[in-house]
Each structure stands twice: as C-alpha cells, then as structure tokens.
DNA sequence: TTCAGACTATTCCGAATAGACTAATCTGCA
DNA sequence: TGCAGATTAGTCTATTCGGAATAGTCTGAA
C-alpha cells in the first residue's frame, strides 16, 4: 500500500498523469523507491477501479490523448488511513542485499579488506550525492534527511568491521598469501 | 541472486531440505529476509538445473521422499563469485515503506506526535529483540551487529524529528484542536 | 481410539512485476 | 530542411512471486 500513499500524495498536490507521476517520483526519490513505469500505471488503474482516483482524457497537439489523473473524496480518505498507519507503524528493512556479510569469515582478512574498502567508496559516493540533492519542497526533505543519517550511521560500522579485521590480520602476523 | 548466495552459504555447512533451509532462514534472520517457502523450492531447482546444487531422495518412515539438496563444484564456484560480488558493492536501501515520512507536513503535529511515538515504540521492540537474539554462529553476529546499529541511528534520527515537532508546536502556541 | 490441531514437505496457479518495445513528437544542428 | 537522437507516453509479454492448497504425519487430550 505504501506505493499507493505516494501515488495519492502526489496527486493531492496536482493532478498528473502516469508518465508525470513516474518521472516525479524517479527523479525526486532515485533509486530509493521502487516503482517502475509499468507498476505506476497499473496502480492506478487498479486505484480508478477502487474510485480512489478519476481521470479524464486530454489530448496536447496530435499527441495520444493522455490519462489526467486527479484524487477524489475517497482517494483523500484513503490517503489519511494509509498515511496514519505507515506513520505509525515501524517496518524494519529488508537485509536480504547484504546477505554478503553473513558469509565474511569465508574470506581471509587480505580478500576482505579490499572489498570492504570497495564497499565503502560505494556508500561514500551515495551518500555525496544524497547530500548534494539539494533542496526538496516539504518533508522530502525530512527523507533525505533520514538516508543521510542512516548511511552515515552504517559507513561508521562498516569502518569498525574493517578495523577489528585489519587487528586479527595484524595480530596473527601480515601472512603475504592465503593459507590453504 | 542474493537469495541463491544465501541458500548456497547454508547448503556449504550441511546438505539440506527445502523446508529445513527455509526454517533455517525464516528462524534465524526473522523478517529481515524475505524468502517464503515457494521461492526457496524453486531457487532450488533452477539451481539443480544449472548443475549449482544437486539433490538425493531421502525418505524418513512413511513420510513422503524429500529432496536433500548438497552443493556442488559448480555451486561452490557460484558462490565464491557470488560473494565478492555482494560484498565489494553497496546496495542502497529500498525505503518506499517509509515514505509516508515524506507527507509528514500534512499532519498537524498534535496527530503526528503520537503517531510518530508508536512508531517509535515499534521500533524500540524490534532492536530489543534483535539484542536479544543472543549468540549466532560466525558472521551472522555481524549482521544482527549491523540492524541493531542501524535501528539505532534511526531511533536517534526520529527522536530529533519529534524534538523539532514538540518546539514548533510550542512555538506556534498549543491549540487544543487542528486549524481546518 | 479418535479426532483436532500442529508440523513436515512440496506444488499450483493467479497476481504482480519490469525489461523491452512501440509510436509519436520535439530539438538542434549541418 | 532534413534527419539523428532525445524525449514523451504508454503497453506487451515473459518471468517471478507467494498465498493458498495439497497431502501426509505426529501429538496429545478427551
């Protein structure tokens, strides 16, 4: 339902129509939220069926008329339920992708360490350019906010993860190669 | 290709059962990892069919036969490349489930603040219960390691959120009801 | 002894998904 | 002015996904 909220969010602002939307969302939001072209329509499809949202036909030159999309009163009931209750209750996030590191004692500390390293510039680089964003109208702010916080918080981990592996390499003497 | 990582790491240790893998899962990375059963099984045989894993038929009494699944050169191979890959890049986190964040603003802050604390309770439940999820084997102590520094961060991240909340409210004077 | 409910183990099938595609218009530059 | 490449707008379809069903076994209590 969360793809929904936004959807409905979006549309309380301005009426839009399915491309609009997804371009609204893909370049404001990035890679951190998941809604592809294809979703986005049929979102709101299943929406128009529910009477959360109408639409009207409009047609720009000799372009193919488009689907505008607006919130009706229902859509703006909806959006207040949904609203309160993903404010209000925590999902804890998905881990699966780093699953990786679950398997890191796998590796000897000389494999690790440059990948971790690598990992590292990958977060780095993500969270310049979350900061370099900019400035977001409202409380998209306060979600940019958030990841920069977070990733912030995880780069500070993943640096003590990489010292205590660069300790046990010290530790038990820099070996040049792997032992098998 | 995370959740064949995953099932090749566990088959590593020990020839396992779909169901038995997928206990495995479910039991020790809770509702930090999505893989239902039906996922598992088929993972599984697309891993048979690209000769990654291979499998006997077992039978226990009357039971039906189940395929007790072990990996192979292959999937070995698989999973050495597998894990590097996952580890050497950073995945960003999906957060569509918290964009309701993100309409924050169109919430007085007399609805948002005991929405935004049941929220936080949510999320104070989940850390203790990770803390509490004790000792694990090798590196999966690392992961529970990193959700509770993350939940962590978070729950700071959210305490300033309401702390700004409760001074602009203070500011603005404390209306007893919303302004329609 | 039987029967309800829980557990083991897997599969089916409808729903959801997203990569690739279509088709039209605009843009700029040679 | 002509046309290559980018942009706008939406849809098709093959794949992926997981809730629910299936089918059998065990447990314990009445």
């Not at 859509?75 to 992708?97: M, W």
């Not at 977001?136 to 306060?142: D, I, K, M, T, W």
Request: net charge negative.
């Amino acid at each position: 339902m969360e793809r929904e909220l936004l959807l409905l969010g979006l549309l309380r602002s301005q009426d839009m129509h399915g491309y609009q939307l997804h371009e609204a969302i893909d370049s404001h939001l990035g890679m951190g939220v998941q809604l592809t072209k294809p979703t986005a329509y049929r979102l709101l499809s299943n929406m128009a069926d529910d009477g959360w949202v109408n639409f009207r036909e409009e047609q720009e030159g000799n372009r193919p008329p488009r689907r505008v999309y607006a919130i009706t009163q229902q859509g703006e009931v909806a959006f207040q339920r949904l609203l309160r209750e993903n404010l209000g209750n925590y999902q804890p996030s998905d881990f699966t992708c780093h699953i990786g590191l679950a398997f890191l004692d796998e590796l000897s500390a000389e494999e690790a360490l440059p990948l971790l390293h690598s990992r590292r510039t990958g977060m780095e680089a993500l969270l310049e350019s979350t900061r370099a964003h900019g400035e977001h109208p409202g409380s998209l702010q306060l979600m940019l906010e958030r990841q920069v916080h977070l990733l912030a918080a995880e780069l500070e981990w993943l640096d003590t993860v990489i010292a205590r592996l660069r300790n046990a390499q010290h530790e038990t003497g820099v070996q040049g190669g792997n032992e098998t």
